[in-house]
């Protein structure tokens, strides 16, 4: 009986009795994103029934086409996290600039839905959030200008086959899985720990050409036959970066997005996508770098700064690094 209704709010609450000078406001926040969450996970899932799909014909302030649901995911967690009274500012992919809200001890960094290109072909689509302490009341891009090591908590959710909500705050990662029928999330993966070496690798191959030449021989070496090393590794990569980084976590392994020379820097951005990942994979044992530095330690310039990205089984991780620093 325990196990069907330990849900997210109780789990966040007893996590924080932990802490004796926890203040609450950090469950609080969480069960916010969680609002959130359910609201934009019932317009994900009954997209194909409504007109809802389809581009609004505008791109947002990174270039992307946007989609009608980007932005009601973007207004709902707008929403909801600037009313709550927890988070003092937000920074997301859907806004060109930083979010002042009224009050709260935190900021909060998002990209609202990610993936969406996916949304028309009923593929799995995500949420990336971030959450920093408050450096001041008045928010301005400089707040935002810090390693991730400063977060104080990460997590995503997944709209898949179910509607997952990851997260981590420092002692672990744990997954709740939503249950319509009540509208929970429930505790269904208690600690996941991604293992130290995978055998999957998510990759763009239709850039292979724009690669550098030690990333292709990386490729080309794990793509090898070899039973001694467990070569070739499987290919396994949907385009969508939450689906395929939650794969991985679970089943160990590697996903890249490099820089080539298309997209310079990467595609993925920093502060909202890379930084709440690398968080998550470190606190389940495994690593992410952008081919030298680890992305923990990087900070962002911008708001919107990509970074090439790197992410996933530890070993998997830096036996790339060694052929890329060759
Ligand atoms: P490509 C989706 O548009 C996204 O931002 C990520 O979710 C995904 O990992 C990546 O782009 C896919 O990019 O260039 O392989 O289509």
């Given at each position: 009986m325990?196990?069907?209704?330990m ?12 802490y004796?000078?926890a ?8 069960s ?8 934009i ?8 029934l ?29 929403h ?9 500012g ?5 806004e ?5 809200c ?6 909060v ?12 072909v ?42 997952m ?11 709740f ?16 720990r ?6 999957i690798?998510?990759i ?5 050409k ?30 969508s ?37 690398a ?8 690593y ?5 530095t ?5 900070i ?27």
């Amino acid at each position: 009986m325990e196990k069907q209704t330990m849900n997210l709010t109780r789990f966040l609450i007893e996590e924080q009795r932990k802490y004796p000078s926890a203040s609450g406001i950090f469950t609080e926040l969480f069960s916010e994103i969680a609002l959130a969450a359910k609201i934009i996970s019932r317009e994900v899932n009954k997209a194909g029934l409504v007109d809802i799909l389809g581009y609004t014909g505008s791109k947002n302030v990174t270039g992307d086409e946007v989609k009608k649901l980007d932005i009601f995911a973007n207004n709902t967690l707008k929403h909801i996290l600037c009313r709550g009274g927890n988070a003092i500012g937000l920074a997301s992919e859907e806004e060109e600039d930083v979010v002042q809200c009224e009050s709260g001890k935190y900021l909060v960094v998002f990209d609202p839905l990610d993936g969406s290109s996916n949304i028309d072909v009923n593929v799995s689509i995500g949420t990336i959030f971030g959450i920093y302490n408050k450096m001041d009341d008045f928010v301005d891009k400089k707040q935002f200008r810090r390693p991730g090591r400063e977060l104080v908590a990460a997590g995503y959710i997944i709209y898949g086959s179910s509607t997952m909500f990851v997260y981590s705050t420092g002692t672990g990662v744990h997954g709740f899985t939503l249950d319509p029928s009540v509208g929970e999330f429930i505790l269904s993966h208690k600690n996941i720990r991604i293992p130290e070496k995978g055998k999957i690798f998510s990759i763009n191959m239709g850039n292979y050409k724009k690669w550098d030449k030690n990333l292709q021989d990386y490729i080309d070496y794990i793509t090898e036959e070899d039973k001694e090393t467990k070569r070739p590794y499987s290919l396994r990569y949907i385009g969508s970066l939450v689906a395929d980084f939650h794969r991985n976590l679970l089943y160990g392994g590697i996903f890249l997005y490099p820089a080539d020379k298309k997209n310079p820097s990467g595609k993925l951005r920093l502060l909202y996508e890379a930084q709440p990942l690398a968080y998550i994979v470190e606190q389940a044992g495994g690593y992410a770098s952008d081919g030298k530095t680890p992305i923990l330690d990087k900070i962002p310039s911008e708001i919107h700064e990509r970074t090439p990205l790197f992410i996933g089984s530890k070993e998997n991780v830096k036996e790339l690094e060694k052929f890329l620093n060759r």
